[in-house]
């Protein structure tokens, strides 16, 4: 876990953004398909700098439980990570 946050504390720059592709529901429950791509940048010594691109595919499941929507299950349809190294500022 420690290892974990060290890694998220040398991240200075993420982006996230999301796309549905579906969503199907009825009554308390729910269903959609989403894309999600994400960037990530982690630097060391100011000019050497790690950059992730993730992109995942899944189909998640709502359900609406006291008031709220609340997601019940994940299905990682297809996940890519691609990482590179940038030097300079």
């Known amino acids: 876990m420690t290892d974990v946050k060290a890694q998220f ?7 996230s953004r999301y796309t549905r592709e579906a969503l199907e529901g009825e009554g308390t ?8 791509i994400v960037h990530a940048r ?19 499941i709502w359900s609406m439980e ?12 297809s996940e890519e990570v ?3 190294w940038k030097l300079g500022r």
């Open 66 to 77: 006291d008031g709220q929507w609340k997601i019940l299950n994940v299905h990682v349809l």
């Open 29 to 36: 429950e729910a269903a959609e398909t989403l894309v999600q």
């Open 42 to 60: 982690a630097s060391a010594l100011v000019i050497l700098h790690r950059i992730w691109r993730l992109e995942r595919r899944g189909r998640y």
């Open 9 to 15: 504390d040398r991240l200075d720059c993420t982006e």
């Open 82 to 84: 691609h990482s590179s």
